[in-house]
């Protein structure tokens, strides 16, 4: 179970792919009150909490935003928060979108990219991945702004920073379909194919994994059961441990072939077990209707 942490104020790192919804997170948490420093050189980090700590306390939320202009500055991120050298609870939120996305926005913009250069801005993207890899791998939350508007990554940066129990650990439990792809976000994927599909049913095809004749379809499969107990207290173990080593947030993508029937109703079940173990935990369901 996880218990709250003992910290100072919060600090939040925001980072990521340019055109992902870096101005975007950073206009939501200064809305719930965080003191926000844009494009700050990773190098000033200690300075700007200590500033912020003399002139507001200690209890003051503080969130900076660093993007790829700061270069080798990462560097200096990295150590700073691997040291905990503020003296703060540091939480690092990188923001990811797809290369088609981004340039869409990037375009959308009429805006070059950072690293582009003379070249196309499909190099500069991938310049950018490059250079952010290590930050991405070290995050605490990543958040895949693909198909989320701007109303959708305010309500997530919500979710994630504006409650008074922000210091919980908080689990998101999503479906997919594998034929779109696997979720970018997840830090573990589950594949429910093993299981008889309800599609070749029938009376069951039109109806979805949240519907109880689907459901219970597939919870009576042979090996469904035996998933949920072996795999629930395998992710509760690992909560634990995420808490312990600071890391708030995890996310868990459940599969199938096209994101409607056994990953649908297996996430439902996930998220129901550990809720009753007492966990702050949510289902969605990314590509529900898709088809």
């Known amino acids: 179970m996880d218990q709250p942490l003992d910290h100072h104020g919060e600090l939040v790192v925001v980072t990521g792919m340019t055109g992902a919804g870096r101005s975007t997170a950073a206009k939501e948490l200064e809305d719930l009150g965080y003191y926000v420093v844009d494009n700050m050189p ?10 912020v700590d003399e002139s507001r306390g200690t209890e003051q939320p503080i969130a900076v935003v660093v993007d790829v202009r700061s270069g080798s500055f990462f560097q200096s991120l990295q150590a ?11 939480t690092l939120v990188f923001l990811e979108a797809s290369d088609d996305v981004l340039v869409r926005r990037q375009e959308a913009a009429r805006r070059p990219h950072p690293l582009q250069g003379a070249g196309r801005l499909l190099d500069g993207l991938q310049r950018e991945r490059d250079v952010l890899a290590d930050l991405r791998s070290d995050a605490d939350l990543v958040i895949d702004t693909t198909s989320l508007n701007v109303h959708q990554l305010t309500e997530r940066i919500a979710e994630a920073f504006g409650s008074p129990d922000a210091t919980r650990l908080k689990v998101t439990v999503t479906s997919f379909g594998f034929k779109y792809g696997i979720p970018v976000d997840a830090d573990f994927v589950a594949d429910m194919r093993f299981l008889p599909n309800p599609f070749w049913v029938p009376e069951l095809r039109d109806h979805t994994g949240k519907d109880a004749d ?9 090996g469904a059961g035996e998933f949920l107990e072996g795999y629930v207290p395998v992710l509760t173990g690992v909560a634990d441990g995420y808490l312990r080593e600071g890391k708030r947030f995890m996310t868990v993508a459940i599969g199938c072939t096209g994101g409607k029937h056994r990953s649908v109703a297996m996430t439902e079940q996930v998220v129901r077990r550990l809720a009753d173990a007492g966990y702050d935990v949510r289902a969605t369901h990314r590509d529900l209707g898709r088809e």
Request: net charge positive.
């Open 214 to 222: 689907v459901a219970a379809y597939v919870l009576e499969q042979p």
């Open 80 to 90: 700073n928060l691997a040291q905990g050298a503020t003296g703060r609870h540091a």
């Open 42 to 51: 990773p190098s000033l980090l200690r300075d700007v909490v200590r500033l």
